[in-house]
């Protein structure tokens, strides 16, 4: 049972364009939402988390809008470069500590200029 | 870049071989978790270790087993490998003083046939 679900599976954004790519859970007990970025060959980068109480974190260019009611979380790339192509991934977990992150099956961005 | 590395980088084995991949944590990070990212896929978390102690373990058989050294380093073991085994297995470091945030080495890619 999949518990963090990630769509789109693969995206295509002009240079200058906004990406946005949504997640969902199931379980309730999650309480950080990072997301991580990853290029071929590399392991994951931490780019952005979020906890529950806050609904919008910004770090430049990257967004993330958390709905607690919907248990739902996007993350918006603003201004997107051809730098920025890579596989994003959402992931979950039930303590900042990341005892175990739960990850989405991840979306390939593609930034074309 | 982050301060984990992982040795080796690619692996051949065989099936019904066995393999160890180590990990370095970043310094200053006493927690290891390790990950299995097979091809197009997110990261599945495997095990974690604290303090030499297995503190936390995903949906993996007996025969991935780990070590923790004093220096937090880390081992992973996989004992009888499976073609189904072929993936890139990560390691990321945290420390709970230091906010929890996971930190992934570059992985080793293992191949088994």
């Known amino acids: 049972q999949q518990q963090v679900k990630q769509s789109p599976q693969s995206l295509i954004v002009q240079k200058g364009g906004i990406s946005i790519i949504n997640c969902a859970y199931e379980?309730?007990?999650?309480?950080?939402f990072p997301w991580y970025q990853q290029f071929p060959g590399k392991g994951p980068a931490l780019l952005i988390a979020i906890r529950p109480d806050v609904s919008e974190k910004k770090e430049g260019r990257f967004t993330i809008s958390f709905n607690k009611s919907a248990k739902q979380f996007s993350l918006h790339i603003m201004d997107s470069q051809p730098g920025d192509s890579a596989t994003y991934f959402c992931a979950a977990s039930m303590d900042q500590a990341g005892t175990a992150l739960i990850f989405g099956k991840g979306t390939t961005l593609s930034v074309s200029s | 870049e982050t301060g984990v590395t992982q040795s080796p980088t690619h692996l051949i084995k065989t099936r019904g071989q066995q393999v160890t991949l180590r990990c370095s944590s970043q310094?200053?990070?006493?927690?290891v978790s390790w990950y299995q990212q097979a091809l197009g896929q997110g990261p599945q978390f495997i095990f974690q270790?604290?303090?030499?102690?297995?503190?936390g373990r995903g949906n993996f058989p007996p025969r991935f087993s780990g070590l923790q050294f004093p220096n937090y380093s880390s081992e992973l073991n996989v004992n009888a490998l499976e073609l189904d085994d072929s993936a890139l297995y990560l390691c990321?470091?945290?420390?709970?003083?230091?906010?929890?945030?996971?930190?992934f080495g570059p992985g080793t890619r293992l191949t088994v046939l």
């Open positions: 379980n309730t007990a999650f309480d950080y």
């Open positions: 310094s200053g990070h006493n927690t």
């Open positions: 270790y604290y303090r030499e102690e297995e503190n």
């Open positions: 990321a470091s945290s420390s709970i003083l230091a906010g929890g945030e996971q930190f």
